[in-house]
Structures are given as structure tokens and as C-alpha cells.
């Protein structure tokens, strides 16, 4: 089964509204990134957090190891948010999995 | 300016052909990988490289060779290209295997005719 899910699949907001995205994952994880691909492709590092909370800037993640899921909240989302975020995990393998994403529209 | 550098941007090659994706870091590195996105599927790891040798290799097939030929470079090269090779292949490095912090390039698009 897949190692890394990630919730909505899909989600449409307007400008100013706050977004959750959720990552579950089924191994223990030595390591969790966030990750952002732009509609063009390219992918950013957002934050890494294995394991408790962790802001930056309008991101907040939270990690609850035990219970093998992240969240990563996005507050006053722009239009420039727009794209996929990536849940990745390390499985204690030296070899990141990756979720398949959550597809966010911010709408002006 | 970017520090994962990747080339080319956009590759077109024909089905039985040889192509070699290029990769080099400018962050200072000691681990160096390559991932696949295909189409409608996760990013999928392929190899990862410690301080010039190989050290993971999720990738079945032979056809797919990874390259260091200095330690902040990790090119890629691939041999009898099938149209299922098709798909996005991202460089990235970490400051070692133990701190998996990764750092990706923008990836070369390779399309398989």
C-alpha cells in the first residue's frame, strides 16, 4: 500500500481563507519534509519537521510522530500559493517516499 | 540563482536512443540523488550517492546509469529510451545521508517519442 497519503487531493480557496492539508504515513518516520512544486514544475523545500510543531512565516506544520500524521496549515493563503504540496517521508532507509500531493487553487 | 543546477531544461529524444542528464551542486554536499515523476505518480526515488558512490539504487532497470565524476556532480545516463521513460527527472542533494533535508533542482523533462 502506499507508505505516504495525503489529504484533500484537492482544494479550492479564496484569496485570505486559512488551508489544512493533511499527510498520514504508514512507517516510522526518521525525517518528514513539506514540500511546494509550482505549476511550472520546480519544487521548494518548506520545512522540515519530524515531529512537533514548526512555523514559518503563514506555514505551521505539525508532526505527531506516534500517530504517523503531519499537518501543514497555511494561513491567509494568495493567489501566489497555488500549486502542489508534498508530504515526504524518510522510513528510516535513506530513501525519501513522497506523497502524490495536495493540489491547492487559490482563487483571487 | 539556482544551486542545483540541471541540463537540459527539455529533452526530446527518440525511442532506442541514448541521453545523458546533467547535474551539479554548488551547496556543498556530500549526497546527491535522483528522482522520477511520472504522469499522475508520486516523485519516485531512483539512486542516491554518498560522497561519489553509490549507495541506494531503487531502479530495476540497467539502462538507467547514474555518472559522479566529481562529488558535486551526479549525471544520469539512460540507454535505449522507450517512450515510458517519459517524465520529469529531478536532481537533489543533502548534506549527507543522515540528514535527509533535501534540495532539488527543476528537473529535466525528457520526452520519449
Known amino acids: 500500500g502506499q507508505q505516504v497519503q495525503q489529504s484533500p487531493a484537492s482544494l479550492v480557496l479564496q484569496e485570505g481563507e486559512n488551508a489544512e492539508l493533511q499527510c498520514n504515513f504508514s512507517s516510522t518516520a526518521t525525517q518528514l519534509q513539506w514540500f511546494y512544486q509550482s505549476p511550472g514544475g520546480s519544487l521548494v523545500s518548506l520545512l522540515s519537521?519530524?515531529?512537533g510543531t514548526k512555523h514559518t512565516g503563514r506555514l505551521t506544520s505539525t508532526t505527531v510522530t506516534k500517530e504517523r500524521r503531519s499537518s501543514l496549515h497555511i494561513s491567509s493563503s494568495q493567489t501566489t500559493d497555488s500549486g502542489t504540496y508534498l508530504c515526504?517521508?524518510?522510513?528510516?532507509?535513506?530513501?525519501?517516499?513522497f506523497g502524490t500531493g495536495t493540489r491547492l487553487q487559490v482563487l483571487p | 540563482d539556482p544551486k542545483i543546477i540541471q541540463k537540459p531544461k527539455y529533452l526530446v529524444a527518440v525511442t532506442g536512443s541514448e541521453k545523458i542528464l546533467i547535474c551539479e551542486q554548488y551547496?556543498?554536499?556530500?549526497?546527491m540523488y535522483w528522482y522520477r515523476q511520472s504522469a499522475k505518480k508520486p516523485l519516485e526515488f531512483m539512486f542516491s550517492?554518498?560522497?561519489?558512490?553509490?549507495?541506494d539504487n531503487q531502479t530495476a532497470s540497467s539502462r538507467f546509469q547514474p555518472q559522479s565524476s566529481k562529488k558535486n556532480h551526479l549525471d544520469l545516463q539512460i540507454t535505449a529510451l522507450k517512450p515510458d521513460d517519459s517524465a520529469t527527472y529531478f536532481c537533489a542533494s543533502s548534506q549527507d545521508r543522515a540528514n535527509e533535508r533535501l534540495f532539488f533542482g527543476h528537473g529535466t523533462k525528457l520526452s520519449v517519442l
Open positions: 519537521n519530524p515531529s
Open positions: 550517492y554518498s560522497y561519489q558512490k553509490l549507495m
Open positions: 551547496l556543498g554536499h556530500n549526497a
Open positions: 515526504a517521508i524518510d522510513p528510516n532507509t535513506n530513501k525519501v517516499v
